[in-house]
């Protein structure tokens, strides 16, 4: 069974049925170091939407987690078990105008039926659909059945449109805010129509006592390899789109376990505790597809 989360019960619980909770952590005087911390160490010369996670800069992405982790160090303590860490943080950064960020779930980093894994998410400003709001699928953490990684194909692609349609909603975020997510929560952002960099940044938290892996697909083999993740460095350590070193590597499965996002049994259950998208998420959506259309950012799948 999964290790509690939260040391709240009730906040807990509604993680474990929702897949997400909005917690007050911050006070905005506090963020504001890290937005410092973010623009003066990082190079500048960005376009288009990004995680830092991808810079090709051993050195700069250590110094974001050892950064961040010591933000958030004492200031979570209280909320979250000390039956976790933080496996690696890195920053979101949305410029004006940039892309959508399309419907997906976090990476697999453990068994997933023992263990699960968090993302704490921590905007640095208010988040609202100006910027692209945050649209999360209630629930769907419990139908996600696949296993994901940099690049495994997108499980839930099929049905992308109906899930964002129906299924999804926006939760605005207030500076000081943050929002939990179980990995395997459906989510997305639209593109950032201010005129301000968007920024977020997320910590990834993993059970300390469980195996933690990293999956990629080896497309010239059809295999899919599952590499062992012995700690921070190993993340920090990867290369964009590039294998890990073979020395981790723990297994070679066939394709088929890939898994999939049951969209027929997540259907049934939203119907049943009837949380169908509301039309007005519906609306935003549609709003938002037509000012995308009107902008010419990257269309919406
Ligand atoms: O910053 C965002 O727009 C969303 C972040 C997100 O989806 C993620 O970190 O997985």
Known sequence: MDKPFLNKKDLNSKLLKDGYVKLSLFVPEQLKKVRDFFFSETPKNYQTMFSTFFI????????VNTFLNQFIGTRIKHQISSEYYSIFS?????PPMSENLLLHSDWTYTDEIENYSYNLWVPLENINSNNGGLWVVPKSHQFMNAIRGIN??????????????RYSIPLNVNFGEAIIWNSRLLHFSFPNFSKKTRLAFSNFFVPKTCNKYYYFFDYDKNKLNKYEVKDSNFLLTQTYNQPPDIKYLTQKLEPNVIGKFDIHKFKKQVRKSSIINSYKSWKLINKTKKLMLQEGTSPFT
């Not at 090709?56 to 110094?63: G, I, M, N, S, W």
């Not at 890195?90 to 949305?94: D, E, G, H, L, S």
């Not at 495994?152 to 899930?163: A, D």
């Open 152 to 165: 495994l194909p997108r499980v839930q692609y099929l049905n992308e449109f109906e899930i964002q349609n």
């Open 90 to 94: 890195n920053f979101m950064v949305k």
């Open 56 to 63: 090709q800069d051993y050195e700069y992405k250590k110094a």
